[in-house]
């Protein structure tokens, strides 16, 4: 695929301008955009997900889903930020996707020899109980959580996605560690875990 090479700067209000022509249905003004922004969110879904046809995948539903919700975008934050969540969160859905038929596909196989139905049992315990840990979680805490440990970013990074201050990016990844760590506590998991 071939990329324009990204601009080292970008201008929000002609991005907030762009964003509203894509929602008035202007393809030039989406094509704008991914000439803007296409290098980034190709190398973040990349990044993500480690195979160049899968992130090309994520940045072409990315920019559906773009197409389809521009309207909803309220211009009140950095234009970067809310294209890049996009991208973030679509890239986070083919994940649990792949994660998914992986599972199926795993559970399906025959045992390896020396491994117990028991010992799969406990470890598929073991991940829904993780599951639930993380669901207990507002979707700020959870997203921050995913974000460092499934998608090793940068705080600094997660902090321009999010579109907030590297503090409340600090203090949302402390919460939901304690969070998770006293959940895991009171359902006795923690130390089998380790």
Same mark, same amino acid.
């Given at each position: 695929m071939e990329w324009i090479l990204e601009r080292s700067t970008s201008e929000p209000i002609k991005d907030t301008q762009l964003l509203r022509r894509v929602a008035a249905g202007e393809e030039a003004a989406l094509r704008a955009l991914f000439e803007i922004y296409g290098q980034r969110m190709y190398a973040y879904a990349l990044r993500w997900m480690g195979d160049p046809a899968a992130a090309e995948d994520v940045v072409q539903e990315s920019l559906v889903a773009i197409w389809? =919700?521009? $309207?909803?975008?309220?211009?009140? &934050?950095?234009?970067?930020?809310?294209?890049? &969540? @996009?991208?973030?969160f679509k890239a986070l859905n083919a994940l649990r996707r792949k994660e998914t038929l992986s599972l199926d596909a795993t559970e399906s196989e025959p045992p390896a020899p020396g491994s117990l139905p028991e010992e799969k049992a406990a470890a598929r315990a073991d991940r829904e109980s993780v599951r639930q840990a993380l669901n207990q979680l507002s979707a700020e805490h959870r997203a921050v959580l995913e974000l460092v440990f499934? $998608? &090793?970013? =940068?705080?600094?990074? @997660?902090?321009?996605v999010m579109n907030c201050p590297l503090g409340t990016v600090k203090s949302r990844l402390a919460y939901a560690r304690a969070a998770l760590r006293g959940y895991l506590d009171r359902q006795g998991l923690r130390e089998e875990m380790k």
């Open positions: 389809q =919700s521009a $309207g909803r975008y309220r211009g009140d &934050g950095c234009p970067a930020a809310w294209l890049m &969540g @996009i991208v973030h499934y $998608g &090793g970013m =940068s705080l600094q990074e @997660i902090a321009e």
